[in-house]
Each structure stands twice: as structure tokens, then as C-alpha cells.
């Protein structure tokens, strides 16, 4: 089982660029989580799709969007590069939702 | 709303227990999780505990949460070298599976 695979690993991007991140969930998962984490804090919530809609969402402004696609697999897309995007980029699968495991991440650095 | 408090670091011995406090807001919370993160890399779920439950053993974790207090708790038995990394408390409310975590306790196991 691969579990949860994120890619790209690591990305710099200039200010006012677009990029999209992508997540393939654990064999079996249909939910897909999104979670956005600064440089020594905790991850924050930014979206979630099940059944290719997204099903609930955090405090992250519109410039942030989702897909998910019939495979359940996942893309996060950030338009409109602030510095303060800058982050590791988290992307979480379950099943029933009571057992999220977590991908290693995407770091993305906006210069 | 939603809160969730850990202190920010915790320095013990290898061979000694670490005990990682947590404490919540959201009333309504239905599980709570510890995660593990190393250097770099994305968060590893170590245990979570029901919250009609107030003890969780896993192997060396003992997972305590005092519901009425909102105190949730993590010992580490026997803790080793490779115990030292950021642990993340998080809590679930009711419905979706959104996740709040805290800002991570760093532990440091010195030999």
C-alpha cells in the first residue's frame, strides 16, 4: 500500500503565479483533506472533497480551489501568489473520516 | 470555537516517560488524535481516542482525555531517540472530518 502521495515535493513560484498541487489518497480512501502549514505551526484547514464536491471549507480565500476526480485523487490550486503562501502543503485521505493519514507534503516557497 | 493549546516543548531522558498535555474548547469534539511529525516530513498518526472514552493504551502510548476539564493527554513510555520530533494534538467536532490541530509540542530525547 503506498499510502498518501503528494507531488510536486518541493516548488518556487513568483509572486502573482499560479500552481497546482496534486494528491493521490490511500488504495481505498474516497475523502481527500487539504491543509495548509506555516513555518512552526500547527496545520490549518483548507478544504475538503468527497464524492468530487467539495464538502466543507476553512478560512482561505478564493484564490484557493480544489478538484477531485473519479479516482479520488486530488489537486489543490492557489492563484494569485502572495508571499505569505509560502508553506508546507498537507493533503490527508480517509475513509468514513476517523482515520486521516497524511501525505509527506508539498513545500512551496513564493519569492 | 474551535481552540486547541499545547505547550511548546517538552526535554526528557531516553528511558524516562514523556507526558504531552493538550488542552480544547470545542464542546463538541468526538475524536481526538495525536500525530507525529519529524524533520521535513508530513504527520504520522500515532493514536486517537473516542470521546465517550477516557483511556487509550497503545503499546508504549497511553492516551488520557478528561472530558469535563477538555484535557486531553499523551505518555510515552520508555521514550527513545527516535521519539524526538513535534507532536500534534487535534480534536473532531460532530459531522465533517475537518480537523483543528494545536502548534505542536517539540520533544527532545537527550541519551
Known amino acids: 500500500d503506498a499510502g498518501v502521495t503528494q507531488s510536486p515535493t518541493h516548488l518556487i513560484k513568483t509572486r502573482g503565479q499560479q500552481v497546482t498541487l496534486r494528491c493521490s489518497p490511500k488504495s481505498g480512501h474516497d475523502t481527500v483533506s487539504w491543509y495548509q502549514q506555516a513555518l512552526g505551526q500547527g496545520p490549518q484547514f483548507i478544504f475538503q472533497?468527497?464524492?468530487?464536491?467539495?464538502?466543507q471549507r476553512g478560512n482561505f480565500p478564493d484564490r484557493f480551489s480544489g478538484h477531485q476526480f473519479p479516482n479520488y485523487s486530488s489537486e489543490l490550486n492557489v492563484n494569485a501568489l502572495l508571499l505569505g503562501d509560502s508553506a508546507l502543503y498537507l493533503c490527508a485521505s480517509s475513509l468514513r473520516g476517523i482515520e486521516q493519514y497524511f501525505g509527506p507534503g508539498t513545500r512551496l516557497t513564493v519569492t | 470555537g474551535e481552540d486547541v493549546e499545547q505547550s511548546l516543548f517538552l526535554s526528557v531522558r531516553e528511558g524516562d516517560s514523556s507526558v504531552i498535555n493538550c488542552t480544547y474548547t470545542d464542546s463538541s469534539s468526538t475524536y481526538l488524535y495525536w500525530y507525529k511529525q519529524e524533520p521535513g516530513a508530513g504527520l504520522q498518526l500515532l493514536t486517537y481516542i473516542f470521546s465517550n472514552m477516557d483511556m487509550k493504551q497503545d503499546q508504549r502510548l497511553t492516551v488520557l482525555l478528561n472530558k469535563k476539564d477538555k484535557h486531553l493527554s499523551l505518555r510515552i513510555a520508555d521514550t527513545q531517540t527516535g521519539d524526538s520530533a513535534i507532536y500534534f494534538c487535534?480534536?473532531?467536532?460532530?459531522?465533517?472530518?475537518?480537523?483543528?490541530f494545536g502548534t505542536g509540542t517539540r520533544l527532545l530525547v537527550s541519551p
Open positions: 487535534a480534536e473532531r467536532g460532530t459531522g465533517f472530518q475537518k480537523l483543528v
Open positions: 472533497y468527497y464524492e468530487e464536491e467539495e464538502r
